[in-house]
């Protein structure tokens, strides 16, 4: 493979590079001094670079923030981004993005099971020429067997029906180049998926595997209903298919409807065979009448996007910073 062009800025032969650390936090309060103090230290582990660790707090309810303040305080390099009120890990990554200035940026979670351990390597290849590296999980073993199917489906269908691609395994856990940084923060949609705009800036990063960590303490805010939310804001963000797919749907039950009514005509003017009665029609009624809520609820779900879309609202709002590195 041919090497790619490198830019000063990415080695110690120039400006030594900055390298933001985004890590969105959400009632964390038992885990975000040790995550923070994690990523301080690996300043050892990368020589020549140095570290801008912007900790988002996405209206958290606990003791998170008083934790980061404590951090902030106490070392000007920790950026504390304070939201007014929970908007979602994706707006958090937003924030983080939008507040970044480093030559390279790094998304990692808050609760330890993403190993900060592996963003040095993650530098190593960034300053080898690679423009974004992503953090993929050798295995689903902490996930049980109905998760880890219905995430299985989740991409095959995804990856089939959309125009970029998924892969299985990689989360946000990752680094960009600041060329990718810029790209994404022209984007101006309220209702994101970074999984998808990662995907969308950049279709080819390289992949590091890792194993998930067990979590320290506390346990994991995303349930199975906000996955299947999650899943559906994937797949209607990246693909009109589910739409389209309704045209088809209403062709075939055309064709369906029109054989059968043919069927029952021809029985009654050969045999003087007479309709069959209520319920059979009551059974169809039903039938159709279920599949037409489920093509309004899925245009519905594009509405409601376009909705959110044409108010334009942020899609995260910020009370407070310390350490803003915009002033700096």
């Not at 660790?53 to 106490?74: E, F, K, P, Q």
């Not at 349930?223 to 209607?236: H, Y």
């Amino acid at each position: 493979m041919e090497r790619l062009s490198v830019p000063d800025n990415r080695t110690c032969d120039g400006p030594q590079p900055l390298i933001s650390v985004v890590v969105p936090f959400y009632n964390e309060e038992e885990n975000a001094r040790a995550a923070v103090t994690a990523l301080l230290a690996l300043q050892a582990d990368a020589p020549g670079c140095n570290f801008q660790i912007i900790c988002v707090n996405d209206g958290s309810r606990d003791g998170t923030l008083d934790v980061l303040r404590d951090l902030a305080l106490t070392n000007s390099s920790v950026v504390v981004l304070d939201l007014i009120r929970n908007f979602g890990k994706e707006a958090a990554m937003t924030a983080g993005l939008d507040f970044a200035t480093g030559d390279a940026l790094v998304f990692i979670d808050g609760d330890l099971q993403h190993p900060p351990s592996l963003i040095p390597e993650m530098i190593r290849r960034w300053q080898g020429g690679t423009r974004s590296v992503a953090a993929k999980r050798r295995t689903r073993n902490t996930d049980s067997y109905l998760y880890r199917l219905l995430t299985a489906y989740f991409y095959r269908v995804s990856n089939r029906i959309s125009d970029i691609t998924l892969i299985d395994g990689v989360g946000d856990f990752r680094l960009i180049d600041k060329t990718i940084a810029d790209d994404l923060r022209r984007l101006k949609e309220n209702r994101r998926f970074m999984k998808g705009l990662f995907a969308w800036a950049d279709p080819d990063p390289q992949l590091l595997e890792y194993d998930v960590s067990p979590r320290s303490a506390g346990s994991s805010s995303f349930n199975g209903w906000r996955s299947w939310n999650f899943a559906l804001e994937g797949i209607t963000s990246y693909s009109t298919i589910p739409l389209r797919l309704w045209t088809y749907v209403g062709l075939a039950l055309i064709a369906l409807g029109g054989t059968y009514a043919s069927w029952v005509v021809i029985q009654a003017l050969l045999y003087g065979v007479t309709a069959p009665g209520y319920v059979t029609l009551l059974s169809a009624v039903i039938l159709f009448g279920g599949i037409q809520l489920i093509g309004i609820g899925v245009l519905g779900e594009y509405v409601g996007r376009i909705y959110m879309e044409v108010k334009e609202r942020p899609p995260y709002l910020v009370r407070s910073v310390l350490n803003d590195p915009r002033n700096t």
